[in-house]
């Protein structure tokens, strides 16, 4: 339903149906090759210093299957929601224009309306029921312009309409924002929420498997099976495999799922015991502690577990190891000095040194570019909080606040959010929170849920 | 008549595996006594006397093997049911043996001795309030505290294997300091007799 009007602003690209198909079980799909650029005319903008306030209804089902009446609902609310969780713009909420007349074209959207209600912008959409599953149309429009400045169309599969909101999302970002939005990106993270156990000596001890879900909890699914212990969950830069520590053999050892291909590989064949594997940034590399040589210690390996190098030596603990951005240095904790602090480390063992001040800290995970920030666990009481040190001033902050136990952040890819562990639900939950504390959700309710990991 | 008799010789077969059954709960061990002994064997001869407690500073002789050997004769699950392996227990934050764990570890070395083809594994358990990452390496630690200390007292090394669960499975899920103290452990399991 291209109209003579909307047809000089929107260039159609086409999501191929099976990709979205698949989407559920793939990583996002590619950008769009570059020929298929869409028309962008211009950038929507807010008062003077004051983000440009937003409005996203639901999308207009121009046929009546439930289906398509679902993605539409859907599609708009996490739309909304995406959009919102940036804080690129004021999100005006959804219920203050429930009583705006949906439009399918330029010539009926009312402006006045949107004017009213206070809108710099306003994200109109369509979804249409084609052979292939359905067919999406996308404009923003400038209020004030009243202009169609950025249009798209989607076609593939009904069955996850959300997939369609997150690319758009993050298309919207990219174009008007030059912003990288984390709406395709997934979490992974430990969970016993299938309640399964196993009777071991003296007690029965709960199955722990490795999870993944979309950035904001949706659509979890199980990536292990063996019904053991298995933990620490970290993404390849890809998205398309997951290292982890696994209890299959009975004794802690890497492992790599390769979510997609359903294979696995075991790149320390076996040798010691291994734990806490996080990949390189270009995928390529492994650092993880083994106790190999008796003590807990930092190694690097290749992915196939060639070239083994040992970075630590001491006879204290060393453990949970992070990569830099660059994949140059590698944060980690030790008790090398009585207590357990962060430390950081050329990738080629030059160059330790102490960066926490801490009574007990734990678990850094350093920040994408522009940033150059370590976040991590430091014990602030009877529990633990996360705290970010900025490693060019030396200055660390606190962003909870003793709110339960927060453990575990990890970094999303555009360094604007953590994922972490809490206990202030009761048991222990993931949650996100932005770089300055605020924003924070609660994203898993069924069992306990812990050690998250952002995909790129 | 037949049936009759046949239901009667169930009957009796039933209460004999029941009072059997009744009879194979091992009494109540007291905890801070050395290798407890436990009795079994229903219908068997009555249980022999607990044993004196050792002398722990005496160099440990490996005692010959009783009449009636009523712990190596336990299934292996009957064994790590009530283990003559006792636990030790750690500090906060400390992975080391304390004297009360080498007490607990120079017994176990002794009933180690005595079933020397024993495999046994020690692991190295951690309270809640460590991180969950740090908590691996520190259980991994008092498993091979507790490791290195009986390979002292003479046991061999590849009789002993470690692994640290961290504090992925606290034996008392409660938040207070009686769980975390027992939850803090070297927990010894015999896995192959």
Same mark, same amino acid.
């Given at each position: 339903?291209?109209?003579?009007?909307?047809?000089?602003h929107v260039?159609?690209?086409?999501?191929?149906?099976?990709?979205?198909?698949?989407?559920?079980?793939?990583p996002p799909p590619?950008?769009?090759?570059?020929q298929q650029?869409?028309v962008d005319i211009?950038?929507l903008?807010?008062?003077?210093?004051t983000?440009?306030?937003?409005?996203v209804?639901?999308?207009l089902a121009?046929?009546?299957?439930? $289906?398509? %009446?679902? &993605?539409?609902k859907t599609i708009g +609310? *996490?739309?909304w929601?995406d959009l919102?969780f940036?804080r690129?713009?004021y999100?005006?909420?959804?219920?203050t224009?429930?009583?705006?007349?949906a439009?399918?074209t330029i010539?009926?959207?009312?402006f006045d309306?949107?004017?009213?209600?206070g809108?710099?912008g306003v994200?109109?959409g369509?979804?249409?029921?084609?052979?292939?599953?359905?067919r999406i149309?996308l404009r923003?429009y400038?209020?004030?312009?009243?202009?169609?400045?950025?249009?798209?169309?989607?076609?593939?599969?009904?069955a996850?309409p959300r997939?369609?909101?997150h690319?758009?999302?993050?298309?919207l970002?990219?174009?008007?924002?030059?912003?990288?939005?984390v709406?395709r990106?997934?979490?992974?993270?430990?969970s016993?929420?299938?309640r $399964?156990? %196993?009777? &071991?000596?003296?007690?029965?001890? +709960? *199955?722990?498997?490795i999870?993944?879900s979309?950035?904001?909890g949706?659509?979890?699914?199980?990536?292990?099976?063996?019904?053991?212990m298995?933990l620490?969950?970290?993404?390849s830069p890809?998205g398309?495999?997951i290292v982890y520590t696994?209890?299959r053999?009975?004794?802690?050892?890497?492992?790599?799922?390769?979510?997609?291909?359903?294979?696995?590989?075991?790149p320390?064949?076996?040798?010691g015991?291994?734990?806490?594997?996080v990949f390189?940034?270009?995928g390529?590399?492994l650092?993880f502690?083994s106790?190999?040589?008796?003590n807990s210690?930092?190694?690097?390996?290749?992915?196939?577990?060639s070239?083994l190098?040992r970075l630590t030596?001491?006879?204290?603990i060393?453990?949970?190891?992070?990569?830099?951005?660059s994949g140059?240095?590698?944060?980690?904790?030790s008790e090398r000095?009585?207590?357990p602090?962060?430390?950081?480390?050329?990738a080629?063992g030059?160059?330790?040194?102490r960066?926490?001040s801490?009574?007990f800290?734990?678990?850094?995970t350093?920040?994408?570019?522009p940033?150059n920030e370590i976040?991590?666990?430091a014990r602030?009481g009877?529990?633990?909080?996360i705290?970010?040190?900025n490693i060019g001033?030396?200055?660390t902050?606190?962003i909870?606040?003793?709110e339960g136990?927060n453990?575990?952040p990890a970094?999303?890819?555009n360094?604007?959010?953590?994922a972490?562990?809490?206990?202030r639900?009761?048991?222990?939950?993931?949650?996100?929170v932005d770089?300055?504390?605020k924003?924070l959700?609660?994203?898993?309710r069924?069992g306990n849920?812990?050690t998250p990991?952002w995909?790129q | 008549?037949r049936?009759?008799?046949?239901?009667?010789?169930?009957?009796?077969?039933l209460?004999t595996?029941l009072?059997?059954?009744?009879?194979k709960?091992?009494p109540p061990?007291a905890?801070?006594?050395?290798?407890?002994?436990p009795?079994?064997?229903?219908?068997?001869?009555?249980p022999a006397?607990p044993?004196p407690p050792?002398?722990i500073?005496?160099?440990?002789?490996?005692?010959?093997?009783p009449?009636e050997?009523?712990?190596g004769?336990?299934?292996?699950d009957?064994l790590n049911r009530d283990s003559?392996l006792?636990p030790l227990y750690?500090?906060?934050?400390s992975a080391d043996v304390?004297?009360?764990?080498q007490?607990v570890?120079?017994?176990?070395a002794?009933?180690?001795?005595?079933?020397?083809t024993?495999?046994?594994?020690?692991?190295?358990h951690c309270?809640?309030?460590?991180?969950?990452?740090y908590?691996?390496a520190l259980?991994?630690?008092r498993?091979?505290?507790?490791?290195?200390?009986?390979v002292?007292?003479?046991i061999p090394?590849?009789?002993v294997r470690?692994v640290?669960y961290?504090?992925?499975?606290?034996?008392?899920?409660a938040?207070e300091d009686s769980a975390?103290?027992k939850?803090?452990?070297?927990?010894?399991?015999?896995?192959?007799k």
């Open positions: 339903m291209i109209t003579n009007a909307s047809r000089y260039v159609v690209f086409t999501l191929v149906a099976a990709c979205a198909v698949v989407a559920a079980q793939q590619p950008a769009p090759p570059a650029t869409v211009g950038k903008t807010g008062d003077a210093g983000p440009p306030r937003l409005a209804p639901d999308l121009l046929s009546t299957d439930r $289906e398509t %009446v679902e &993605a539409a +609310e *996490v739309l929601a919102n940036e690129e713009f999100m005006i909420p959804r219920d224009y429930k009583s705006i007349p439009a399918a010539d009926t959207v009312p309306r949107w004017r009213e209600l809108a710099d994200v109109i369509t979804v249409q029921k084609v052979a292939t599953g359905i149309e923003l400038n209020v004030r312009g009243r202009q169609s400045i950025y249009g798209r169309e989607y076609t593939g599969s009904a996850n997939i369609y909101a690319t758009m999302s993050d298309e970002h990219d174009s008007q924002r030059k912003l990288r939005g709406a990106t997934k979490l992974s993270f430990v016993d929420r299938n $399964e156990s %196993v009777l &071991a000596t003296v007690e029965k001890r +709960e *199955v722990k498997e999870y993944v979309d950035y904001d949706a659509n979890p699914r199980r990536i292990t099976i063996n019904r053991t298995n620490f969950p970290n993404w890809d398309r495999s696994s209890y053999s009975g004794v802690p050892d890497v492992l790599i799922s390769n979510i997609f291909a359903g294979t696995m590989e075991t320390t064949k076996g040798v015991q291994n734990w806490l594997p390189s940034p270009d390529s590399r650092a502690i106790n190999r040589d008796g210690e930092i190694y690097v390996m290749n992915r196939d577990g070239n190098m030596n001491n006879q204290t060393d453990s949970t190891p992070t990569w830099s951005p140059t240095q590698i944060a980690f904790t000095s009585g207590s602090q962060i430390y950081v480390i050329g080629d030059s160059g330790l040194r960066v926490s801490e009574s800290a734990d678990r850094a350093w920040s994408p570019a940033f976040a991590f666990a602030t009877p529990g633990f909080d705290k970010i040190l001033t030396g200055e902050r606190q909870t606040f003793g136990s453990e575990s970094w999303s890819p360094g604007r959010h953590l972490f562990m809490s206990t639900a009761g048991r222990s939950q993931i949650f996100t770089r300055d504390g924003n959700r609660q994203l898993t069924d849920n812990t990991a995909s | 008549m049936r009759e008799v046949k239901a009667q010789i169930i009957l009796v077969l209460l595996v009072v059997g059954g009744c009879s709960k091992t061990v905890r801070p006594m050395p290798p407890p002994m009795t079994n064997t229903g219908g068997g001869p009555p006397p044993e050792r002398p500073a005496e160099p440990i002789e490996v005692p010959p093997l009449p050997d009523t712990v004769s336990r299934s292996l009957d003559p006792r750690f500090g906060l934050d304390d004297a009360a764990g007490q570890l120079q017994a176990n002794s009933v180690m001795k005595k079933y020397p024993w495999q046994v594994t020690i692991e190295g309270d809640e309030r460590g991180t969950a990452e908590n691996l259980g991994e630690r498993a091979l505290s507790a490791k290195n200390y009986l002292s007292l003479g090394a590849d009789q470690t640290s961290g504090k992925e499975f606290p034996f008392d899920a938040h975390w103290s939850n803090r452990r070297a927990h010894f399991v015999i896995t192959a």
